[in-house]
């Protein structure tokens, strides 16, 4: 098992940047892929980045280029660096660890991007 927290989400201008954090409770190289998904009002849960174990990464094509992520081994933590933000970026978002079969998800932390 394995438990996420979330932080770093808030209000934001369009524009504006934003960095999120995901402290897992064991470490990373335990952890087959940490993932960043994010869920809109009365919209489905959408993936927006992955890394693996290994440090690879992907991220999805509507925010490529205007987010990374990243992560910081000793510190157990995955990162979320939002540039560019835009009001369609408003979102709860939420971190994902895959052990095995298994997935767990942290509590969320909300994104909003307003003037």
């Known amino acids: 098992q394995v438990q996420l927290v979330e932080s770093g989400g808030g209000l934001v201008q369009p524009g504006g940047s934003l960095r999120l954090s995901c402290a897992a409770s064991?470490?990373?190289?335990?952890?087959?892929?940490m993932a960043w998904y994010r869920q809109a009002p009365g919209k489905e849960r959408e993936l927006i980045a992955t890394?693996?174990?290994?440090?690879?990464?992907n991220v999805a094509e509507l925010v490529k280029g205007r987010f990374t992520i990243s992560r910081d081994n000793t510190k157990n933590t995955m990162y979320l660096r939002m540039n560019s933000l835009k009001p369609e970026d408003t979102a709860v978002y939420y971190c994902?660890?895959?052990?095995?079969?298994?997935?767990?998800w942290g509590q969320g932390t909300q994104v909003t991007v307003s003037a």
């Open positions: 890394v693996t174990s290994g440090g690879s990464t």
């Open positions: 994902n660890a895959r052990i095995f079969a298994n997935g767990y």
């Open positions: 064991r470490s990373l190289f335990s952890i087959d892929i």
